[in-house]
């Protein structure tokens, strides 16, 4: 069975750093697999949001616009793990974070795909 598990999500200040971690597991193989994966958010009272995007195979990536030029999605192929590296946080990056992965057809992907695995989720606390 499929299983992600997030990881490092702390309390933090405005403008440090923080990394996050997926690691996949029960079918979802990183190393010569074709999978979407993404990062999502969701704050308090606020609606779900994407935050980003890799593909297993391709490696293609994408980060929402709001995130772009502090945030990238990398992943490790022999640690069967994606990545989430948050710089220069702003309290409006304070929500839950979660892993998320739908199998590709592609080698690309999108926010807007039915993702239909999901990690527990990891919090992210920023303070001004």
């Known amino acids: 069975q499929v299983q992600l598990m997030e990881s490092g999500g702390v309390a933090v200040q405005a403008g440090g750093s923080l990394t996050l971690s997926c690691s996949a597991s029960g079918g979802i193989y990183i190393s010569g697999s074709r999978y979407c994966m993404a990062w999502f958010r969701q704050a308090p009272g606020k609606e779900r949001e994407g935050v980003g995007s890799?593909?297993?195979?391709?490696?293609?990536?994408h980060v929402t616009d709001s995130v772009k030029g502090r945030f990238t999605i990398s992943r490790d192929v022999a640690r069967n793990t994606m990545y989430l590296r948050m710089n220069d946080l702003e309290p409006g990056d304070t929500g839950m974070y979660y892993c998320?992965?739908?199998?590709?057809?592609?080698?690309?992907?999108?926010?807007?795909?039915?993702?239909?695995?999901w990690g527990q989720g990891t919090q992210v606390t920023v303070s001004s």
């Open positions: 890799i593909h297993t195979f391709s490696g293609q990536r």
């Open positions: 998320a992965a739908v199998e590709s057809l592609g080698l690309a992907c999108s926010l807007r795909y039915e993702y239909n695995f």
